[in-house]
């Protein structure tokens, strides 16, 4: 018997125990007496905690209840955010043994950690930039993004993974410059490497990727040049940091807002938050000695509250992105277009049994709600269409959404000639930490230098060193790309049909991989529930989501409304727009009774050209 199988019978009984409780029962992993002695666990234990099978996180409102809490017994870290940034704050102070609050506005990952490129990369921009400018800043970032690539891919393989990405040459000069500059791309990474950059002729080309055009720029194609960068699942990436960070010991609350800080009076140092739930409208105080300040393109908002004067740190960018039909690019390699007419890179990246399409940088304002305006939908159509051998039809669009980037800007330094496209650690006002700029692959280490800065501002004492980058999040660990076999193998999808007789189902291929990528080794528990709770039917038609995800996601990953799951819990808001109105009435008119959360009505926007998860 494989080692997956033998896993999953393993971890079957514990989640049928689960489930058979409604899932909201509170396992709380094993830790020694020697841990509850010390008053943290050690790290060897946290590691169990976190990979432990049968461990829940703890309830919203236990939650809520730990952020409560008085001048005499603060939290010594309330982070403010929960993207990515955020998330990684909890997780690495809550292992460090320090007492960690967050706090998100709206749900996890609902900002810009959601809307992001899809790709984890070291910048082979900023490659170009250090040689050609003899930039050694440049050249660091490249090099410390790298080392951060390839952590996250290891920490999180199930949702993460390696991507080639193909670069077409339509004029020899074109081949050697790319050829050169993503072997010495490869160079840099080193040891970090995930595999080598290579040359393919013109014929070769076409047979990796079949709608690539032969012809472009009135010249015929003469080969392409493949590198490769990771790709992710983000939101869900963002989620899983949110959850792991929870099993820690943090204490993290979605859809609860910072109104006000709490200063001393003698001092006016910030020692807390007032904060709001979102959900139930009441406020409480949360004490902390450190407030971290990672609210992405917001953090200027939230440096305001302490500092109605503060100047301005956050230069936006947005990055904008529409969703294609799969038959635009094969599945497993993708078309990267390094400069378009106006300089901007355009990228075609297969996503999710979808293609993912948009460019980056784009000068934009902050908001709450960004919306990629049509002519910017149309910029992507045009600059792909220079590449492919197939008709590109406004048509196909399926959704489209932008994100805000937060470029920072040094409050402290002397001029602003150059944003930072480096993470920024700053405090300003005494108590409050910001940290902002920075990207996606680089989450880990801006974390760890965010909590570096919390525990000398705050003199607090945590027990142990950083230990986030060789720390599998919840899922991961022991997780093999041949999981979804077992899956396959051992369960069906029992589901009731519209009469309401329980009919079984084939748990297929595309619902077995789907789990595994998207839950890790937890998928047996979803599908434990699409077995045993009659819950195996698909939300969407040609999509391998599951109504068993919603009860699973509701019970174990803080999903407290139906956007929540259909935004960010599952991809199926960015994926696709009708697919997403069907789900969501399907879950209204079928689910309610068992899925208490499902009966949630949230703002959402559909019009008969593009859709909008900005809006949700």
């Known amino acids: 018997m494989s080692a997956s199988a033998t896993r999953l019978r393993r971890l079957a009984s514990v989640a049928v125990a689960v489930t058979a409780c409604g899932g909201a029962v509170l396992l709380t992993p094993s830790v020694s007496s020697n841990d509850r002695a010390s008053g943290h666990p050690t790290v060897e234990s946290l590691r169990q905690i976190i990979n432990d099978p049968s461990a829940v996180v703890p309830s919203r409102t236990l939650q809520e209840s730990a952020l409560i809490g008085t001048k005499s017994g603060p939290l010594d870290i309330l982070v403010v955010g929960g993207g990515a940034t955020g998330c990684g704050v909890a997780l690495d102070a809550a292992t460090r043994g320090l007492r960690v609050g967050l706090v998100e506005r709206e749900d996890f990952s609902s900002g810009t950690s959601s809307r992001s490129t899809k790709l984890i990369h070291g910048g082979v921009r900023y490659l170009e930039k250090a040689v050609f400018g003899l930039d050694y800043g440049q050249l660091k970032l490249v090099f410390h993004a790298l080392e951060e690539r390839k952590q996250v891919i290891e920490n999180a393989p199930h949702l993460c993974h390696a991507l080639p990405c193909m670069t077409p040459c339509f004029d020899w000069f074109e081949v050697v410059y790319y050829w050169m500059g993503l072997k010495m791309y490869d160079l840099v990474a080193g040891r970090r490497l995930l595999h080598f950059s290579r040359y393919y002729s013109a014929q070769e080309s076409v047979e990796l990727f079949p709608t690539l055009a ?321 819950l195996g039917k698909r939300l969407a038609h040609g999509y391998p989501y599951l109504e068993a995800e919603v009860a699973y996601c509701a019970r174990n990953e803080y999903c407290e409304s139906a956007i929540d799951f259909i935004a960010r819990r599952s991809r199926l808001a960015f994926l696709d727009t009708d697919a997403a109105s069907h789900a969501r009435i399907h879950l209204l008119l079928h689910s309610a009774d068992q899925v208490g959360l499902i009966l949630s009505s949230l703002l959402y926007i559909v019009n008969k050209d593009c859709w909008i998860p900005g809006h949700l």
């Open 214 to 534: 032969s012809k472009g720029k009135g010249k015929s194609l003469r080969g392409t040049v493949v590198y490769y960068d990771g790709q992710m699942n983000d939101s869900r990436l963002n989620v899983g940091l949110a959850c792991t960070a929870a099993l820690a010991g943090a204490a993290v609350l979605n859809h609860a807002e910072v109104v006000s800080f709490l200063k001393d009076e003698g001092t006016q140092q910030i020692i807390g938050a007032r904060i709001r739930d979102n959900l139930s409208g009441q406020e409480f105080d949360a004490y902390a000695k450190v407030v971290v300040n990672a609210a992405g393109p917001f953090c200027d908002s939230v440096r305001k509250m302490a500092n109605k004067d503060a100047l301005p740190m956050i230069c936006p960018s947005s990055g904008v992105h529409i969703v294609l039909p799969d038959y635009y690019s094969p599945d497993g390699m993708g078309l990267i277009v390094p400069k378009t007419k106006d300089g901007r890179v355009v990228f075609m990246l297969p996503w999710l049994g979808r293609t993912i399409a948009g460019t980056t940088d784009s000068s934009t304002s902050i908001t709450p709600l960004p919306e990629p305006n049509e002519n910017e939908i149309q910029f992507i159509l045009d600059a792909i269409c220079d590449y492919l051998n197939v008709k590109v039809r406004r048509t196909d669009v399926l959704s489209a959404w932008s994100g805000i980037r937060p470029l920072a800007v040094d409050p402290n330094a002397k001029n602003t000639e150059s944003i930072s496209r480096d993470h920024v650690v700053s405090e300003e006002y005494p108590g409050l930490v910001t940290i902002t700029g920075g990207k996606w692959t680089t989450y880990r280490s801006m974390a760890e230098d965010a909590v570096n800065a919390a525990i000398k501002s705050g003199k607090l004492s945590p027990s142990n060193e950083c230990i986030t980058s060789n720390l599998r999040l919840i899922g991961g660990d022991g997780w093999e790309p041949s999981l979804f076999t077992a899956l396959a193998q051992q369960y069906v999808r029992m589901k009731k049909s519209d009469g309401g007789k329980v009919v079984p189902g084939v748990m297929d291929t595309a619902a077995a991989k789907h789990l595994s990528h998207a839950y890790g080794t937890l998928a047996e528990r979803v599908a434990t529930i699409a077995q045993n709770e009659n």
